[in-house]
């Protein structure tokens, strides 16, 4: 504890100030990230003005500030890292963005597009098919107005009618 005390008191104003403020946005960094990991809260997409980047940019300027003094650089330089960990924060945060799916299907999307049926359909009732639209493969319940159609026949989606595809043979 007295090597602590004795570095502590050998730091400048400047340097114990850059310190308290690292070691702070550090673990409030930290917290963060561990709770956007359990966090299911979904943005409206990705804002350059945010806490997370007010974090980021005092993360940066005072362990870069921090550098600089030790290295008799001036203190701008710190300023400049806080600000190129803000700017590399955003576009991180944009490209997770873009990957992001909500996931819901649109059953209208369906339409026009060919299926496969798995479960063959019978006339008044109800079988399924194996669709691929909105970039993924879907069993979805089907219905036909005309014929019974039999498994491994070729539909083509017409209409949507109580989140069921209504199809024809192909």
């Known amino acids: 504890m007295q090597v602590i005390q004795l570095w502590w008191f050998n730091l400048t104003g400047a340097q114990q100030i850059l310190w308290i403020i690292a070691i702070f946005f550090t673990l409030f960094f930290l917290v963060q990230i561990i709770v956007s990991i359990f966090d299911s809260h979904e943005d409206d997409g990705v804002t350059f003005f945010t806490l997370r980047n007010a974090i980021v940019f005092f993360l940066g300027f005072s ?63 109800c079988g399924k098919v194996n669709i691929s639209f909105q970039s993924r493969l879907e069993e979805l319940e089907a219905a036909t107005e005309d014929v019974a159609i039999p498994r491994g026949q070729t539909v083509t989606v017409l209409r949507i009618s109580n989140n069921k595809l209504i199809v024809k043979a192909s």
């Open 63 to 125: 362990w870069g500030g921090l550098a600089c003094i030790d290295t008799d650089i001036s203190i701008w330089w710190a300023v400049l890292v806080g600000l190129i960990m803000v700017l590399i924060n955003f576009l991180l945060l944009q490209g997770f963005d873009s990957l992001n799916e909500t996931g819901n299907l649109n059953l209208d999307n369906a339409i026009g597009k060919q299926a496969v049926v798995s479960i063959p359909i019978p006339v008044g009732g």
